[in-house]
């Protein structure tokens, strides 16, 4: 089983920055799997934040953090990151982390492992 952990979230005032990490553990994930984040606030649909291939050739954004959000990953740590800037308290949500096993896609049902979410709040 794969094991995907979210940490770096928290209360932030608007205007602020926080840094997410997902770290990857358990079965060795397979070469090639893309890593994206989500996000989910209360009483929304779980939505695409951001993605980047296995060996971080591309990126893509949702249209509401593009500009504000850069995401990266380590792959000898098994490691991706989310940095987030300028933060707005619409930002506030569950931020997910989840692998994609064949790559590119923006749709919740195409991931394949989720982490548990880390909680980010904005305040305004």
């Known amino acids: 089983q794969v094991h995907l952990v979210e940490s770096g979230g928290g209360l932030v005032q608007a205007g602020g920055s926080l840094r997410l990490s997902c770290a990857a553990s358990?079965?060795?994930?397979?070469?090639?799997?893309?890593m994206n984040w989500f996000r989910q606030a209360p009483g929304k649909e779980r939505e695409f934040v951001a993605g980047?291939?296995?060996?971080?050739?591309?990126?893509y954004y949702a249209d509401s953090v593009k500009g504000r959000c850069t995401i990266s990953r380590d792959n000898a740590k098994n490691t991706v990151y989310l940095q987030m800037r300028s933060l707005k308290p619409e930002d506030t949500a569950v931020y997910y982390c989840?692998?994609?096993?064949?790559?590119?896609?923006?749709?919740?049902?195409?991931?394949?492992?989720w982490g548990k979410g880390t909680l980010v709040t904005v305040s305004s």
């Open positions: 358990g079965r060795t994930l397979p070469r090639g799997y893309a």
């Open positions: 989840a692998a994609d096993l064949d790559g590119g896609s923006r749709q919740t049902y195409d991931m394949d492992y």
């Open positions: 980047i291939s296995w060996r971080s050739s591309s990126t």
